[in-house]
């Protein structure tokens, strides 16, 4: 079994969705993804899951454990892998590369999903809206809009959250923490990414770019809004006379004309509002 792994034999394939695997436990974890069933449950909050070592590992957040620290910066961490994945922030080492475009990262699964941006690939799908999406974990907290559950909830203000990073987040407003911090020019920020975002003003990078016209953005966002105008697409409709805009922002500055307020233009952004 050991020696697949040096051939690169995977010969355990999934029925449903074509995946490979060097061992059958591991096609039969992964055939739970399809299933829906999550036999491994917590007593003490109900969440449930595919294999019984990520129970295990959920169990921690109850009792506070983090047994793997870092020598270098002292932060902590409920498994060795997570210890390992963050030491590379101090190493500055990103040894899973894209064959496609050349972007890294420290997980291989992390490259997995980026790749299915090139391929267009997203196989995990809404049963009720029909949106898809790469990861299963988008998915699942997106299946939360549907339910209109917020299972995480701020014990300061009450506010709560679809995702447990989110509530995170959100704690360090009520801190005043902000633990991400420019080496170029010192603005902090509440999330790693936030500030990698930021970074791209320094450094100049666009790494967004259009197909059509080549135009490039910081975010990928962006990108997604300025393509748009190339598919023609116009999703937001005023309800009073029918005409379609692009964007949101751009249908609630056309929605002033109907109200009869006068509406005064900034000049620093050019953003519409009501006097």
């Known amino acids: 079994m050991h020696q697949v792994i040096h051939t690169g034999e995977r010969p355990f394939s999934c029925g449903n969705c074509g995946e490979s695997f060097t061992r059958s436990g591991s096609l039969k974890t992964h055939q739970l993804i399809h299933t829906g069933e999550r036999p491994f449950s917590c007593d003490e909050c109900g969440n449930s899951f595919t294999q019984a070592g990520h129970l295990k590992t959920h169990k921690l957040i109850h009792s506070g454990e983090r047994p793997f620290s870092c020598g270098d910066c002292g932060k902590s961490f409920t498994t060795s892998g997570h210890l390992k994945t963050h030491k590379l922030i101090h190493s500055g080492e990103r040894p899973f590369s894209c064959d496609e475009c050349g972007k890294s990262f420290t997980r291989s699964g992390k490259l997995k999903t980026h790749k299915l941006i090139h391929s267009g690939e997203r196989p995990f799908s809404c049963d009720e809206c029909g949106k898809s999406f790469t990861r299963s974990g988008k998915l699942k907290t997106h299946k939360?809009?549907?339910?209109?559950?917020?299972?995480?909830?701020?014990?300061?203000?009450?506010?709560?959250f679809t995702r447990s990073g989110n509530l995170k987040t959100h704690k360090l407003i009520h801190t005043g923490e902000r633990p991400f911090s420019c080496g170029d020019c010192g603005k902090s920020f509440t999330e790693s990414g936030s500030l990698k975002r930021h970074q791209l003003i320094h450094t100049g990078e666009r790494p967004f770019s259009c197909g059509d016209c080549g135009k490039s953005f910081t975010r990928i966002s962006h990108l997604k809004s300025h393509q748009l105008i190339h598919s023609g697409v116009k999703a937001y409709t005023c309800d009073q006379c029918g005409r379609a805009f692009t964007h949101s922002y751009s249908l609630q500055s056309h929605l002033v004309t109907h109200s009869g307020i006068k509406a005064y233009s900034c000049d620093i952004c050019g953003k519409l509002s009501a006097g």
């Open 144 to 160: 939360l809009i549907h339910s209109g559950e917020r299972p995480f909830s701020c014990d300061e203000c009450g506010k709560s």
